[in-house]
């Protein structure tokens, strides 16, 4: 007969095998596990961001051995913008292509960074993306609203007025009825800058300009070929009156979901991404001008870009974020 001092040794062994075979299974089966992301965008197939958005995911793919996949949907083929927004705030598994406008609706002071003139140059967008208070911002997006900012270093390029007469001062914007996204900051900078705003889907633009609903619209350059806008305005006008930084995002409870080697590989593939497609875009800006001149348009370089800037300060005093803008730009080291 065996002694129990015998017998307990080797239950003990057993069980910490048992234990260790349990831990290994479920570490193997955490790696198998895969996640699907829908990613939505208003943009065009031909627009620059979409390469960049394609690019992204494979990157993710790669990188990931296929746990992590992303599908890339252009021209709003999941639904509008701020519908998926919500729908991301559920804890759905998609993505979208916002801007601090947007984002503006759930933590106010973030919208700031959609004003006129606020940055200016890609060295101070990269700036921002440690500033203290944009930090704060992206975190209580985050905590208390389900939107999770993967990354936000995304340039569309300057937005510029369209239009079927010049545009050289504040004053000559007088009575146009400018299509804006429907967000307050994006409307008072409109407001400020001299036009009239009228909220607006990105998809409706060009039937609105065919109807006379609106007169004109303000996007970068790299939107007006794909929209083929040139066929319904004749002026440019380079007001440069927003730098467009753009926002990738998704749930928080998705993300959450993630291991913390995927979630890594999605913020990083993210800013590697963005800032390539963001110089790409400056380097096709001169380009597509020159497609534009090509097609009819009239370039307006000599901008009164002073009195733009002058002007558009209203629009953070109406909304009562010159505060916010301006403790940003100590932060960054905007004078």
Known sequence: MFSRTRVMPAAIGLAVALAASSALAQAQLAQTKTYALKFNHVLGPKEPYHDGFTRWAKAVDERTKGAL??????SSQL????????????????????DSARLGNYVPGIAVMNGPY??????EVAKLQKA??????????????????????????YRHFFTNKAIRTPDDLKGLRI??????????????????????????????????????????????PGGRFYEVLKFANETKHIMLINFQVISAKFFDTMPADMQAALTEECEKAGEATSKEIFRLEGEVEQQLKGR???????????????????????????????TVHREIGKK
Not at 79 to 98: C, F, H, M, P, Y
Not at 118 to 123: D, M
Not at 191 to 217: E, H, S
């Open 69 to 74: 996949k992303m599908e890339v949907f252009h």
């Open 79 to 98: 639904g509008k913008e701020e519908d998926i927004i919500e729908q991301i705030r559920q804890g759905a598994n998609v993505g979208q292509n916002t």
């Open 118 to 123: 606020f940055a200016e140059t890609l060295e």
């Open 132 to 157: 203290p208070t944009v930090i704060k911002w992206k975190d209580e997006l985050a905590q208390k609203h389900g939107l999770k900012v993967v990354c936000f270093n995304w340039v569309q390029g």
């Open 179 to 224: 299509r804006t996204p429907p967000a307050p900051i994006w409307q008072e900078s409109i407001r400020a800058l001299g036009a009239a705003p009228v909220a607006m889907n990105f998809g409706d633009m060009y039937p609105g300009l065919q109807q006379k609903a609106i007169d004109g619209v303000e996007l970068v350059y790299n939107n007006i």
């Open 296 to 326: 009819g348009m009239t370039i307006v370089e000599d901008v009164d870009l002073a009195a733009f800037r002058k002007a558009g300060e209203k629009a953070y005093e109406v909304l009562k974020l010159t505060e916010a803008k301006e």
